[in-house]
C-alpha cells in the first residue's frame, strides 16, 4: 500500500508570505493527524481528524494556522501569513482507527526567512 | 503534567554491541508508550508499543523495551546492534487521546562500525 505522502518535501518562504503543506493518507484511514517539529524542540500534537472533522485542535499554535480535508480524503495546512519561528518540519500521520499504529509521512521541511 | 523523557542527546555504540536508548515518563494511571524510529530524510515509523501485560514488549526490527513501573522508564534495547540502526528515536505517551501523543526530544543513535 501507498504510504502517507507530503508536499512540498521542503518550502522555503519569505516571512508574511502564505504557504500550504499537503498530506495525503493512507487509502482508508479516516484518521488525519497534523504534528510539527520545531527546530530543537519536542515533535508536537497540532490537530486531529476524523474523516473531514477536526476531532481536536488544541495544539493549532494560532488563528494564523488553518487545516482543513474537504470531503475526508486529503489535507491541507495552510500558514498565513508566516513567522519565523513557523520553521521546522510539519509531519502527517494517518492511522486506520483511533486505536491503531500511526503511520507518517516523510515531513514538509518549512524554512521562514 | 504527563510527559516522557530521554535524557540522552545521542547514544553511540559498536556495531555487534547491545544498546540501549533510555526514556522515563511521568503519566497519570496505566501508562500506554510507544517507540518511533526517524530514518534519515523518512517520517517517523512506529517500532513497538506497551499498552498492558508482559513488561517487555518486542517489536520491529529486533528491538525490545521493557516497562519499569517502579522506575518509571521503558527503555529501548536491542542485543547486537547493526550500523543500519543508526537513527533518531523517539519515546512518545499518549495525552488525551491514544494517537495525541507527547514526544521525547529524541535521541540520536549513532552504530559505528
Known amino acids: 500500500e501507498a504510504g502517507v505522502t507530503q508536499f512540498p518535501s521542503h518550502s522555503v518562504i519569505e516571512k508574511g508570505q502564505t504557504v500550504t503543506l499537503r498530506c495525503d493518507p493512507i487509502?482508508?484511514?479516516?484518521?488525519l493527524y497534523w504534528y510539527r517539529r520545531v527546530m530543537g524542540k519536542e515533535i508536537k500534537f497540532l490537530l486531529h481528524?476524523?474523516?473531514?472533522?477536526?476531532?481536536?485542535e488544541s495544539g493549532m499554535p494560532n488563528n494564523r494556522f488553518l487545516a482543513e480535508r474537504t470531503g475526508g480524503t486529503y489535507s491541507t495546512l495552510k500558514v498565513q501569513p508566516a513567522e519565523l519561528e513557523d520553521s521546522g518540519v510539519y509531519f502527517c500521520a494517518s492511522s486506520q482507527t483511533g486505536n491503531s499504529p500511526l503511520h507518517f509521512g516523510n515531513g514538509t521541511r518549512l524554512t521562514v526567512t | 503534567a504527563q510527559s516522557v523523557a530521554q535524557p540522552e542527546d545521542q547514544v553511540n555504540v559498536a556495531e555487534g554491541n547491545p544498546l540501549t536508548v533510555k526514556c522515563t515518563y511521568s503519566v497519570s494511571g496505566n501508562p500506554y508508550l510507544f517507540w518511533y524510529v526517524q530514518y534519515p530524510n523518512r517520517g517517523l515509523q512506529f517500532l513497538l508499543k506497551y499498552i498492558t501485560g508482559d513488561n517487555l514488549v518486542k517489536g520491529s526490527y529486533g528491538f525490545e523495551a521493557e516497562f519499569n513501573k517502579s522506575q518509571t522508564s521503558f527503555h529501548l534495547k536491542k542485543p547486537s546492534a547493526l550500523v543500519s540502526d543508526s537513527a533518531l528515536y523517539f519515546c512518545a505517551a499518549p495525552r488525551g487521546g491514544y494517537n495525541k501523543l507527547i514526544f521525547g526530544a529524541g535521541t540520536r543513535l549513532a552504530v559505528h562500525p
Open positions: 487509502s482508508g484511514h479516516d484518521n
Open positions: 481528524f476524523v474523516k473531514e472533522s477536526k476531532q481536536d
